[in-house]
């Protein structure tokens, strides 16, 4: 079954703090991994997006990393900011005729003062 | 900004009713997903929408349908609504050009309410 995991569910950190989101999947066959960023009651935006042949991609302060071989990803956010504080979603895309994509749950991210 | 508008961007019907919701993609995409996103979940994947067609379909009833225009705007409809049918429903459009490029930008969604 072709699904996606995020771990935490969520977390608390304090700004200027390193923090690293977790993505593993069993989406197969496997066509790209994309982090996104999602402020409450708005859209997602793209943060990254990693093919199979890509085992890291940095956007400013965001570092995502993709192992192929585990099926796992991870995001790495550093020195936090109050503004990083949303939900973090991880997306895997088969590589099929229909381009199915596979949302994980995501991981709310607080981050206080 | 994504250059993806949707609308309306709130929404109020009670159960039974019928729902049209808009999208305006990014110039120059051809392709548009409808995604459902209920309350501190993830989306879910409705359908997508390539070249006019429905083109991929998630576990949805069939009283969910939609439409793609030739100017590759869209339109998702819901009858019969429920009041599980209370969600962010966001669209996202893509230019597919080959199988590793279909980077999707999402609109600002469209919240809609059934009581």
């Known amino acids: 079954k072709n699904q996606v995991e995020q771990s935490p569910q969520s977390l608390i950190i304090l700004e200027g703090k390193n923090c690293t989101l977790q993505c593993n999947y069993t989406v197969s066959p496997f066509s790209n991994l994309r982090w996104y960023k999602q402020d409450t009651g708005r859209g997602p935006v793209s943060l990254t997006i990693?093919?199979?042949?890509?085992n890291t991609k940095s956007n400013g302060r965001y570092t995502a990393t993709l192992d192929a071989d585990t099926k796992q990803s991870s995001l790495h956010i550093t020195a936090s900011q109050l503004s990083d504080s949303a939900s973090y979603i991880c997306v895997v895309s088969r590589l099929t005729g229909g381009f199915k994509t596979i949302f994980g749950a995501g991981t709310r991210l607080f981050v206080k003062a | 900004e994504t250059g993806v508008t949707q609308s309306p961007t709130h929404l109020i019907k009670t159960r039974g009713q019928q729902v049209t919701l808009r999208c305006s993609s990014q110039s120059g995409h051809n392709t548009v997903s409808w995604y459902q996103q209920a309350l501190g979940q993830g989306p879910q994947f409705i359908f997508q929408y390539y070249r006019e067609e429905e083109n991929g379909r998630g576990n949805f009833p069939p009283r969910f349908s939609g439409l793609q225009f030739p100017n590759y705007s869209s339109e998702l409809n819901v009858n019969a609504l429920e009041l599980d049918d209370s969600a962010l429903y966001l669209c996202a459009s893509s230019l597919r050009l080959n199988a590793g490029s279909d980077e999707q930008f999402f609109g600002p969604g469209t919240r809609l309410t059934v009581l």
């Open positions: 990693m093919t199979f042949s890509e």
